[in-house]
């Protein structure tokens, strides 16, 4: 169920550019899809965020700052993307804007938050190659040069809101956070309009459906599904999961704007996608560390944004944030709750490593269960 609930979240991101395009046909602009889809989203995140308690005793200083992620860092990006859609065909720009895993293990590596090893250098070599050999050939028929700047843009920006969350990582839920973020958004938006003179709603009636398409589907229900799947498969494997995000967009505009895509795209896309999977990190078998050293970009923090979250919903910076919480509810124990914690983890071990055979333990572990 877990992976099905991540698969069906990373397929609600992937039809986001298929949704734009068809609103786009509808007369709506970019403008105003940005706004609609932020404000739409934002309400009924916010409705969901305050009937399961999520927005409760949050930290102004924790608020600001989610705000500010959305006003300012995923407004860029969403700009960006849509920018970039009215100029390209959503499958180039999915695989182009999929470049944003490789990015965020650069930043993390140049800012000193990761170390370099030999998978990230395979996962940097490997998606370099699958870049070079979708824009080659797109190249060869036609590229639009503003819209790959724009699409390349977008991945930059989605890069340093991952770098920055990370940085910040505002103990708060995760309802709570991508609510605000989309909060911010929508502030962010509502003045653009404003200077444009707009919003102007003039639009086809199909303009509505189209655009509560993206609100719904690609914002608020891709991110409750994500939320909910990696509650049952964890991050790591929910990261690898939301590979399926371009591939859904790829194949969906292929089958209704006959978007074509030669074959070198393809083994260019395909691998593109294989470094997302390469730089997830090895799993631990004695489980997760968690520690002061997690947190605001620890070794599994990094591996986790680094991984290949969904997209377009801001998934990576609002899960992130979230096991970043976990750690500093941890570090907030009194010390008597820690020893409570830490004799119970021990006495766990110990009690493992007895069933195993190891008859050493036992007193240790019959005083820590006393």
């Known amino acids: 169920m877990g992976a099905l609930l991540c698969l069906l979240s990373a397929a609600c991101f992937g039809a986001m550019a298929i949704f734009g395009k068809y609103a786009y046909d509808a007369r709506v602009d970019v403008a105003d899809l940005l706004l609609l889809r932020f404000v739409i989203a934002a309400v009924l995140l916010l409705v969901v965020a305050r009937a399961t308690g999520a927005l409760r005793n949050l930290p102004r200083r924790s608020i600001a700052g989610a705000l500010a992620m959305g006003g300012i860092g995923y407004a860029t990006q969403a700009g960006l993307f849509f920018g970039a859609l009215e100029r390209m065909d959503a499958s180039l720009l999915a695989l182009i804007l999929y470049a944003y895993p490789t990015l965020v293990m650069l930043g993390a590596i140049a800012l000193g938050r990761e170390r370099a090893s030999v998978r990230r250098v395979v996962a940097l070599l490997v998606a370099s190659a699958g870049t070079v050999l979708v824009l080659g050939a797109a190249a060869a028929g036609g590229l639009d040069a503003l819209g790959t700047a724009m699409g390349f843009g977008a991945a930059i920006a989605y890069t340093v809101y991952i770098l920055v969350g990370d940085r910040l990582g505002p103990a708060i839920p995760p309802l709570a956070l991508a609510a605000l973020v989309c909060t911010g958004a929508a502030g962010t938006f509502a003045v653009v309009s404003a200077v444009r003179g707009g919003p102007n709603l003039d639009f086809d009636a199909a303009g509505w459906g189209w655009v509560s398409a993206i609100a719904v589907v690609s914002t608020v229900a891709a991110i409750v599904l994500f939320f909910a799947g990696v509650a049952r498969v964890g991050p790591s494997?929910?990261?690898?999961?939301?590979?399926?995000?371009?591939?859904?967009?790829?194949?969906?505009?292929?089958?209704?704007?006959?978007?074509?895509?030669?074959?070198?795209?393809?083994?260019?896309?395909?691998?593109?996608?294989?470094?997302?999977?390469?730089?997830?990190?090895?799993?631990?078998?004695?489980?997760?560390?968690r520690g002061p050293s997690a947190v605001g970009g620890g070794e599994q923090f990094g591996d986790a944004a680094a991984g290949g979250f969904g997209a377009q919903g801001f998934a990576a910076g609002v899960e992130a944030a979230a096991y970043d919480a976990g750690v500093v509810a941890e570090q907030q124990e009194s010390p008597a709750e820690q020893g409570e914690r830490g004799l119970a983890v021990f006495a766990e071990v110990s009690l493992e490593a007895t069933s195993e055979g190891d008859q050493a333990v036992v007193p240790d572990a019959d005083r820590c269960r006393q």
């Open 237 to 289: 494997t929910a990261s690898i999961l939301s590979t399926l995000e371009p591939v859904v967009t790829v194949a969906l505009a292929a089958l209704v704007f006959h978007d074509s895509l030669g074959a070198v795209q393809l083994a260019g896309g395909a691998l593109v996608l294989s470094a997302a999977v390469i730089i997830q990190p090895i799993k631990d078998p004695r489980g997760p560390r």
